[in-house]
DNA sequence: ATGCCTACCAACCGATCGGTCAGTTAGATT
DNA sequence: AATCTAACTGACCGATCGGTTGGTAGGCAT
């Protein structure tokens, strides 16, 4: 914890054990969820022996909820970092779908350890001191939209479109992988060409406009 | 296997093992995920004896992969009683949507498992004959939409609008449970209403018309 | 120098894991 | 009547699980 002279040195070059294991804990449980992960693999991954995971942490509960917990944050964090100022319903949105988009992928351990608690039945998300901050996150996301809340249609409510947005940005990154094979039969665009479709679509609909007689 | 005489009338009013197993099996899978059961616990449920699982599938792993195979069947059986026949875009939409989303609550186990599959990293999904399924059912899909796509504007491809409608539904089923406490900050609107507005949004887009001068 | 604290580890614990095996039962086949 | 086979069980196996224990090494305040 306390950077000596060889500590600190060390620090520079090498990370400390604990957030090793947060780092590698992360990826693991990304990968293969809070029981494919055994807290042996995440010490050898960390270069740590076992019972010195259970130093830092006292149960393998606890270091989920934490890797967790850290995966939230960092959401929160990024999107401070977001600014929409003066801009419009589309510049607004065309924006927004690009810093999720650009989030998730940025953040891919993160992002599919919280779609893996969504899935679960039980999750420990919903009683967990980690649901307020997605909770708040979405509550942000939706306070951008209202902003400009007049220039939609009546009858489209800005949490809606929220929910869409991110809806569409998650699965699609969940799916991605399914993407390339579901492109040769369905004809799908690659991403950065899919995304302005997607945008086009939601701002404008699918219908074709028929001209009023 | 065999149904004698006693047997038969055991089948009227219970199930054999073989289905309790595959049913039981279901459930826990969809909610706790591969490595979060055990062959005991699926055993226990289905009330026989975990050497008797054994019996029927020579591994966990077997198990696992008849019992999601299962659910894509049952999509795709769902899929073959939707009729389409003569009706324009929006009428498809609106009735593609409810069926998708009638699918999903009716069969809320095998659902869930699909969605865990594609979370994990390296998913059983692509390499098992499973994959094939779900790329057909998608296809499928996208067909019904492609029939009328000529009533839509010119750069909406409807593979797109599958994977978008699809997508939706899919992370609405997943969030459900969210969705009441997101609904709190963000007045999100009860199911029905909330389809009601998803799919005015897909067709006439969320940006208020701008008339021509 | 002494005592104290944090970081760290090898060895160990009881429980449970996926899977095996020998054996029983009962209906079908000959 | 003898044989075969599918369905089923209890007891067991080695491995691994989450977690504990006892102890070492070293920086630091007294």
Known sequence: MVPTLLASAYEISEKSALTRILLEAEALFAQRGFDGVSINEVALAAGVCKANVFHHFATKQELYERVLSQSCEAFARSLDALELKEQGLAARLRRL??????????????????????TGSPTVLESSPVFPLIQHNF???VALLSEVSDEMRPGISPAVVAKVVLSLNLFGFQTERLNEKLAVSGALAMRPELQRQLLDLLLHGMQAQQLPP
């Open 97 to 118: 779908m690009d810093w999720h988009n650009a989030f998730l992928y940025q953040r891919p351990h993160g992002t599919r350890l919280i779609l893996r608690e969504l």
């Open 139 to 141: 509550d942000r996301v």
